[in-house]
C-alpha cells in the first residue's frame, strides 16, 4: 500500500477504493510507516480501530497515535530487528486509549545500485476483534487432521492406533476401523515396522522428536516405497505426553533419483577402469546388477573385436552377436543361453535385432504371445524366460562415434516392478559411456596390434649366432593404457669378430614411439656399418634425434623425439670392451665366479638435447663374463624404489643358472608385475674369447719385396689350421691389401688372419686414407685389386683407427 492509494482519500469502503481493499481486509488493521515514521498508507480496518480518517492521519508522524512513548531500548532494538510483535498503547480518535496487539515487519526495498536493499519504513497489522465461531475447535481440529495431504496417525501410549486421517488410509490400503487398536508391526507385516516401534517408544521415553526412513513393500503398491518419518510427541494441557503422531513423506522418487545419481557416478568411476574391451564390458554388467537388473548381458558384432569399424547401416538379418560378459543376481548365471564368448544368432522379433535395427533402445513386457513366437524361432531361450520369470526386458544399443558395437540387455525377474521410462534413460546413461570406454579400448587395440606387428618386424626375432658372445634376450610390450612402447635391442656384427650390443628406449607409447624407434635402429646399424667408436656413434644419433624432432614439430606431431640408448662394441681378441650410454641405465656385469656389479659408465645426455659430449668406457673383461642391458621398465616402477631394483637385479643375477636364458627369464619373474606399467628390453651377452690358436699376426716391411714373404706365411698358417681349400683366395687377397698399404699407406704395416666360422683377412697401416672401388678403364694397369677383392670375399671395408686405418675382408670358409 503506498501513500498515493490512500493520502487524503475517506471514501467509504468498497470495490471501487482501492485503499479501503476488500471486506474481509477490514478485519485487519494495516499501516503502512516510511523509514522516518511517517504515515504512508491507512487501511478501512485501522480506521475501524483507533477512529481516523486517512486524510487525518497519512503524512503525519505515527507518534501522535501512541498513547505513551516507547522507552529508549525499545527503540534502538528496532533499527535492528526484521520483525517485532507486542502490544502498545494507542490513542483513539475520540481520547480512549487502546492496548493493541501489533506485528511489525520491517519492509526493505533495493538500493541505489541495485546491489544490495535499504530500509523501506514498516508494515503494522493487527487483527480486529471478531464475533466468536459457532464451530467447535475440537471439530475443526478433526477436520484438518482427517483431511490433511499429509499422511498422519495418531498412536497412544501403548503404540496402538487411535487415529488415521485419510492420506494415511490411502496409503495403507485400510479404512481407519480396521487398522484401529493395532500397532505399527501389525499394520505393517515388514521388519520396519519393528524399527518404527522402536523410534516411538523412544518418544514416549525422551519426549524428543525422532525422524527416520523406512523402506515397505505395501500393497497395492507397485514396487518398494520410500517413507520419511517424524514421530512427534502429544501433550496434554499439562504437558503430560499422552501418544506420539506419526506423519510420514513419501520419498520414493526422491531416493529412486539419488539411487540414480549414484548408479551413474559409480558407472562413470568403474566402467573403463581399463583398455580391455572384454573388462569394460563386464563392467558395465557388474555395475547394472542389481540396482537396475536381475541379469545382464553384453554382446557385441564380432568385427568389434578384431578392431575393425563395422559396416555402415543396420546389421544384416539374422544379427549374429559374441558375447563378452554376463552378470547376474543367481550364481553362475543360469539364465544365459549363450556361453561367454560364441557367437549366436537374434531373430529379427528379438529386442537385441529390434534395438540395432531401430537404433533405439526399446522396453518389451515378456507376454504370452511374445513367449509363443520366441519358442517358434528361439526354444532355448524362451524355455529359459519361462523357467526363472523374466517379465520385462530393457534393450539398449551401443553405440559410440557413429558406430554400431552391440546391444546391452537388461532383464528383470526377482523385481516385480517392470522396466519404466527412467530406467531406458537411466540405462541409456549408463550403456552410453561403457560404449565410449568399449570403443576407445578396441581403437586401443587396434593400435597396439599395429603397434606390435611393426615392432616385431624390427626386432630381431633370434639374435644371429656369434662367435664374440653367446646372447639370449627378451622383449615384453607394456600392458597398461599406455600403449606400446619404443624399447629396443640389436646384435650387430662388426668386422675382426666383433659385436656390437645395443639397447634403446624411445620417450612415448604407440605407433609413433615403434615408427621412431625403427628409424633409430636402423640409423645405429648404418653408423654401426662405418665402425666409429660408441661415443661418436651416440654423438651421431643425437643429431639424427634432434632432427626428428624437427620434422615431428613441422608435422604438429604430438610432442618431441627423444631416446636413451646403451652402445658396446666386444673384441673377442683382445677381450676389451667399449662402452657408452646416453641418458640409459647403466649396465651390469656378471662374472665367471657369480659376481655381479653395475659398471660405472658415465651416463650422457638423453639423445635429442645436442650440444652435449658423450664419454666411453673401455675395460678389459675375462672370458664367460656376461654383460646385462636393459630399458628404464625393467627396473622404474610405482610399487618399488629403483635401488630396490637394480639390488633384486644383482641378487637374481648372482644366482646360478644353467642358461643364459634361464636367468632372463627369472630376472623378468623378479622384477615385473603381471601387467607391466612400461616396455622392457633385455639383452644378455656372455663373452667369448679368440685365443692365440685362431689369431695370427705378421708385421711386414713397407717394402714391396715382402708381399711375397706375407703371402708364404699366410698360406703356411692356412695349412696349419687345415684350411688348404681357402689358399687361393686368402693369397691374392693377402696380396692385394699388403701391396696397397705398402704403395699407398704408412709404417707400420700388419697383417692379421683371424679364424672364426669364417675367415678374416685384416691389413692395418698408418695412414687414415680409406680405399674405395673404382671402374679401371681398358688401359690401365691397375685399379683392378679392390674390384677383385670385393668379387672374391663375403664382403669388405675398412675401418679408422686411433693410429690409422684397418682393411678387412671376410671369406667364407663354407664350400659354396
Same mark, same amino acid.
Given at each position: ?61 505515527? %507518534? ?203 558407472? $562413470? ?15 558395465? %554388467?557388474?555395475? %547394472? ?56 544368432? #537374434? ?40 523357467? #526363472? ?81 653367446? &646372447? ?50 636402423? %640409423? &645405429? ?42 652402445? /658396446?662394441? #666386444? ?5 676389451? *670392451? ?58 622404474? $616402477? ?42 622392457? /628390453? ?19 716391411? *713397407? ?56 675367415? &678374416? ?8 686414407? $680409406? ?7 681398358? $688401359? ?21 683407427? #686411433? ?14
Amino acid at each position: 500500500m503506498t501513500r498515493s492509494e490512500t493520502a487524503g482519500d475517506d471514501r467509504t469502503p468498497g470495490p471501487g477504493n482501492p485503499a479501503a481493499g476488500s471486506a474481509g481486509d477490514s478485519a485487519t488493521a494495516r499501516v503502512t510507516l516510511d523509514p522516518y515514521g511517517i504515515v504512508t498508507g491507512w487501511s478501512e480496518g485501522a480506521r475501524r480501530l483507533l477512529g481516523y480518517r486517512p486524510s487525518e492521519v497519512v503524512g503525519r508522524s505515527a %507518534a501522535v497515535l501512541l498513547a505513551m512513548a516507547p522507552g529508549a531500548g525499545a527503540v534502538r532494538a528496532l533499527k535492528t530487528l526484521p520483525r517485532w510483535n507486542g502490544t502498545v498503547r494507542l490513542r483513539h480518535r475520540d481520547g480512549r486509549t487502546l492496548p493493541v496487539r501489533l506485528l511489525a515487519h520491517r519492509r526493505t526495498r533495493p538500493g541505489d545500485d541495485g546491489a544490495g536493499s535499504r530500509a523501506g519504513g514498516w508494515l503494522l497489522v493487527s487483527a480486529l476483534p471478531r464475533p466468536p465461531s459457532p464451530l467447535p475447535a475440537e471439530a475443526l481440529v478433526m477436520w484438518a487432521f482427517t483431511q490433511s495431504p499429509a499422511t498422519m496417525a495418531f498412536y497412544d501410549t501403548d503404540l496402538r492406533l487411535r487415529l488415521a486421517n485419510k492420506d494415511m488410509e490411502r496409503v495403507i490400503g485400510l479404512p481407519e476401523e480396521a487398522m484401529r487398536g493395532l500397532r505399527v508391526s501389525e499394520i505393517v507385516a515388514d521388519p520396519q515396522g519393528e524399527r518404527t516401534e522402536q523410534l516411538m517408544r523412544r518418544v514416549l521415553a525422551t519426549g524428543a522428536r525422532q525422524q527416520g526412513q523406512v523402506a515397505l513393500r505395501l500393497p497395492g503398491h507397485e514396487r518398494e516405497s520410500v517413507w520419511a518419518l517424524s514421530l512427534v510427541p502429544v501433550r496434554d494441557t499439562g504437558g503430560t505426553v499422552r501418544g506420539v503422531l506419526l506423519s510420514a513423506r513419501d520419498m520414493t522418487e526422491e531416493h529412486l533419483a539419488r539411487e540414480r545419481l549414484v548408479l551413474v557416478n559409480d558407472a $562413470s568411476v568403474r566402467i573403463g577402469s581399463t583398455l580391455d574391451l572384454a573388462r569394460t564390458a563386464q563392467e558395465l %554388467a557388474d555395475v %547394472a546388477v542389481p540396482h537396475l537388473a536381475d541379469f545382464v548381458t553384453v554382446d557385441l558384432l564380432p568385427s568389434i573385436e578384431g578392431g575393425e569399424d563395422p559396416r555402415a547401416g543396420v546389421p544384416s538379418s539374422p544379427v549374429k552377436l559374441r558375447r563378452v560378459a554376463a552378470r547376474s543376481v543367481l550364481e553362475g548365471c543360469p539364465e544365459a543361453v549363450v556361453p561367454h564368448g560364441a557367437v549366436a544368432a #537374434y531373430p529379427d522379433a528379438s529386442p537385441a535385432a529390434e534395438c540395432l535395427a531401430t537404433g533405439r533402445p526399446l522396453i518389451r513386457e515378456v507376454t504370452s504371445l511374445g513367449l509363443t513366437v520366441w519358442e517358434r524361432e528361439a526354444p532355448e531361450r524362451a524355455e529359459r524366460v519361462r523357467r #526363472y520369470g523374466i517379465h520385462s526386458v530393457l534393450a539398449v544399443p551401443m553405440r559410440a562415434r557413429g558406430i554400431t558395437l552391440g546391444v546391452a540387455i537388461f532383464a528383470r525377474h526377482r523385481r516385480p516392478e517392470s522396466f519404466a521410462q527412467d530406467d531406458l534413460l537411466l540405462g541409456e546413461e549408463i550403456t552410453a559411456r561403457a560404449a565410449v570406454c568399449i570403443d576407445n579400448a578396441r581403437r586401443y587395440g587396434r593400435e597396439r596390434r599395429t603397434s606390435l606387428t611393426l615392432q616385431s618386424s624390427l626386432l630381431p626375432e633370434r639374435p644371429p649366432r656369434q662367435a664374440a658372445v653367446e &646372447v639370449a634376450s627378451r622383449y615384453l610390450p607394456a600392458s597398461t593404457q599406455a600403449g606400446v612402447g619404443g624399447d629396443w635391442f640389436d646384435v650387430i656384427p662388426l668386422s675382426g669378430a666383433r659385436v656390437a650390443l645395443v639397447v634403446g628406449d624411445v620417450v612415448g607409447h604407440g605407433i609413433q614411439a615403434s615408427a621412431a624407434m625403427g628409424r633409430l635402429r636402423t %640409423a &645405429v646399424r648404418t653408423l654401426a656399418d662405418v665402425d666409429l667408436p660408441p661415443d661418436e656413434l651416440l654423438t651421431h644419433l643425437d643429431d639424427l634425434v634432434i632432427h626428428l624432432s624437427a620434422e615431428s614439430d613441422g608435422a604438429d606431431s604430438a610432442g618431441d623425439t627423444g631416446a636413451t640408448c646403451l652402445y /658396446a662394441v #666386444y673384441d673377442p681378441v683382445s677381450r676389451r *670392451c667399449s662402452v657408452a650410454r646416453a641418458g640409459h641405465p647403466e649396465p651390469a656385469l656378471m662374472t665367471a665366479d657369480g659376481a655381479v656389479e653395475f659398471l660405472d659408465v658415465p651416463a650422457g645426455p638423453p639423445l635429442g638435447l645436442g650440444g652435449l659430449p658423450f664419454e666411453a668406457t673401455e675395460l678389459e673383461l675375462p672370458e664367460g663374463s656376461v654383460l646385462v642391458l636393459y630399458t628404464d621398465g625393467l627396473v622404474e $616402477s610405482r610399487e618399488r624404489d629403483i635401488d630396490e631394483s637394480l639390488d633384486t637385479l644383482r641378487e637374481v643375477l648372482a644366482r646360478p643358472a644353467p642358461s643364459l636364458d634361464a636367468t632372463c627369464d627369472a630376472v623378468l619373474h623378479a622384477l615385473l608385475p603381471d601387467r607391466p606399467e612400461d616396455d622392457v /628390453a633385455l639383452l644378455m651377452a656372455r663373452t667369448r674369447a679368440l685365443d692365440a690358436a685362431h689369431v695370427a699376426t705378421w708385421d711386414v716391411p *713397407c717394402d714391396a719385396a715382402a708381399v711375397a714373404e706375407t703371402r708364404r706365411n699366410a698360406c703356411r698358417q692356412l695349412t696349419a689350421w687345415g684350411l688348404d681349400d681357402a689358399a687361393f683366395v686368402t693369397e691374392l687377397v693377402v696380396s692385394e691389401l699388403v701391396t696397397n698399404a705398402i704403395r699407398y699407406g704408412n709404417a707400420p704395416v700388419r697383417l692379421r688372419l683371424i679364424r672364426d666360422s669364417d675367415l &678374416v683377412i685384416e691389413v692395418s697401416d698408418g695412414s687414415s686414407t $680409406s680405399p674405395h672401388l673404382r671402374r679401371a678403364r681398358t $688401359s690401365d694397369e691397375g685399379g683392378r685389386g679392390l674390384l677383385l677383392v670385393a668379387q672374391l670375399t663375403q664382403g669388405w671395408g675398412t675401418r679408422q683407427t #686411433y693410429t690409422g686405418k684397418t682393411i678387412w675382408a671376410e671369406q667364407s670358409l663354407t664350400a659354396p
